[in-house]
């Protein structure tokens, strides 16, 4: 059933595309097919805010010529289908994480450098730091896609049964992790036991204790009431969980410019606005894991630096992977 939905979707969106391009303007063309924004993330998440609040822009800022639609959930597939989607011109626009479009582009592996940044506020700096990303906009335009900003959840953090006071305290860890290469790599750099397992057995898997303890931002944390099942969260701020809204490059060069303008403003509003979300929604995101008695553990300097220590090997690796400019770019504000 699945695959005949995702077929239908597919075939609806070919239809939505080729009327658009023989239209003259794609923007005339949206009142009858809006535009499409896509996310694999469920509502009431920043993913979802941040997509929303985009497409409203666009239509503000256009005055009503230009019409957009969301779709949130995978409704239309998951992270790898959108970016194939997007990359074959069936949906212009869609908002994910980083670490699915690793696979795609190699040198985004650079936002999975563990521990790089503790404060998001220096994180952002450096993700607006016009330098930096010129060269990571260089990487989505390899492959057809043009970044049009990137908003966050704040970072990831973990979560376990287990008061961790000393880098040893990690050691064996049974700990759920997302598929990424890196990801793995650094949990065992610690002398953890990362587990990649997707994130609809984890609640169980904590339960049954086929799993000690997960890492994920507050709102996943949250939303999938993880917190009920550990003792700590441990605010590791091991990676930044950052969304990247991109658009098919054809389909924005396909675009009158003042409508080009439209997009790219709409974009650095929705950024910002999702930014300002993203923040809110931490502080009460923490106050509902400490409210159930869940406890807040906060990593010193000195912790962090003795982590960064022994994921040396990883960040050999993701530096081979990136290149010396993105490395250096993105390390140069490292705290």
Same mark, same amino acid.
């Given at each position: 059933?699945?695959?005949?939905?995702?077929?239908?979707?597919?075939?609806?969106?070919?239809?939505?595309?080729?009327?658009? &391009?023989?239209?003259?303007?794609?923007?005339?063309?949206?009142?009858?097919?809006?535009?499409?924004?896509?996310?694999?993330?469920?509502?009431?998440?920043?993913?979802?805010?941040?997509?929303?609040?985009?497409?409203?822009?666009?239509? !503000?800022?256009?005055? +009503?010529?230009?019409?957009?639609?969301?779709?949130?959930?995978?409704?239309?597939? +998951?992270?790898?289908?959108?970016?194939?989607?997007?990359? +074959? $011109?069936?949906?212009?626009?869609?908002?994910?994480?980083?670490?699915? /479009?690793?696979?795609?582009?190699?040198?985004?592996? *650079?936002?999975?450098?563990?521990?790089?940044?503790? #404060?998001?506020?220096?994180? !952002?700096?450096?993700?607006?730091?016009?330098?930096?990303?010129?060269?990571?906009?260089?990487?989505? &335009?390899?492959? +057809?896609? !043009?970044?049009?900003? @990137?908003?966050?959840?704040?970072? !990831?953090? @973990?979560?376990?049964?287990?008061? =961790?006071?000393?880098?040893?305290?990690?050691?064996?860890?049974? =700990?759920?992790?997302?598929?990424?290469?890196?990801?793995?790599?650094?949990?065992?750099?610690?002398?953890?036991?990362?587990?990649? @397992?997707?994130? #609809?057995?984890?609640?169980?898997?904590?339960?049954?204790?086929?799993?000690?303890?997960?890492?994920?931002?507050?709102?996943?944390?949250?939303?999938?009431?993880?917190?009920?099942?550990?003792?700590?969260?441990?605010?590791?701020?091991?990676?930044?969980?950052?969304?990247?809204?991109?658009?098919?490059? &054809?389909?924005?060069?396909?675009?009158?410019?003042?409508?080009? /303008?439209?997009?790219?403003?709409?974009?650095?509003?929705?950024?910002?606005?999702?930014?300002?979300?993203?923040?809110?929604?931490?502080?009460?995101?923490?106050?509902?894991?400490?409210?159930?008695?869940?406890? *807040?553990?906060?990593?010193?300097?000195?912790? *962090?630096? &003795? *982590?960064? $220590?022994?994921?040396?090997?990883?960040?050999?690796?993701?530096?081979?992977?990136?290149?010396?400019?993105?490395?250096?770019?993105?390390?140069?504000?490292?705290?």
């Amino acid at each position: 059933m699945r695959k005949i939905k995702l077929l239908l979707c597919v075939i609806m969106l070919w239809s939505v595309t080729a009327c658009a &391009e023989k239209a003259e303007d794609p923007a005339k063309a949206s009142q009858s097919y809006p535009w499409i924004v896509a996310t694999d993330s469920p509502a009431d998440t920043v993913t979802s805010i941040y997509a929303n609040k985009f497409a409203q822009e666009v239509m !503000r800022l256009s005055e +009503g010529r230009i019409q957009m639609q969301v779709y949130e959930n995978g409704t239309l597939g +998951g992270d790898r289908e959108l970016l194939e989607s997007c990359m +074959g $011109k069936d949906i212009p626009f869609i908002l994910q994480n980083t670490a699915p /479009q690793v696979n795609f582009m190699p040198e985004l592996c *650079i936002f999975d450098l563990p521990v790089a940044y503790t #404060s998001i506020t220096k994180l !952002r700096e450096t993700l607006d730091d016009a330098t930096f990303i010129k060269m990571i906009n260089a990487v989505y &335009e390899k492959k +057809g896609f !043009r970044l049009l900003g @990137m908003g966050d959840q704040s970072f !990831r953090v @973990m979560t376990t049964n287990k008061k =961790i006071q000393t880098l040893q305290d990690f050691k064996g860890q049974k =700990i759920r992790t997302m598929e990424n290469k890196y990801h793995i790599a650094f949990w065992q750099s610690i002398h953890a036991n990362p587990t990649p @397992m997707t994130f #609809s057995e984890v609640y169980i898997g904590l339960q049954q204790g086929t799993i000690d303890a997960q890492e994920n931002p507050y709102e996943v944390i949250v939303s999938g009431k993880i917190y009920e099942q550990q003792d700590y969260i441990v605010q590791t701020n091991h990676l930044p969980h950052l969304l990247s809204l991109i658009v098919n490059e &054809e389909f924005f060069q396909s675009l009158k410019q003042e409508d080009q /303008q439209v997009v790219l403003k709409a974009a650095e509003i929705a950024k910002n606005y999702a930014r300002k979300q993203a923040d809110a929604r931490v502080k009460e995101r923490l106050a509902i894991i400490t409210q159930s008695g869940t406890n *807040i553990i906060t990593l010193d300097e000195a912790m *962090i630096k &003795e *982590i960064r $220590k022994e994921a040396a090997v990883v960040y050999e690796d993701i530096h081979k992977q990136a290149g010396d400019a993105i490395y250096h770019a993105y390390t140069k504000h490292m705290q």
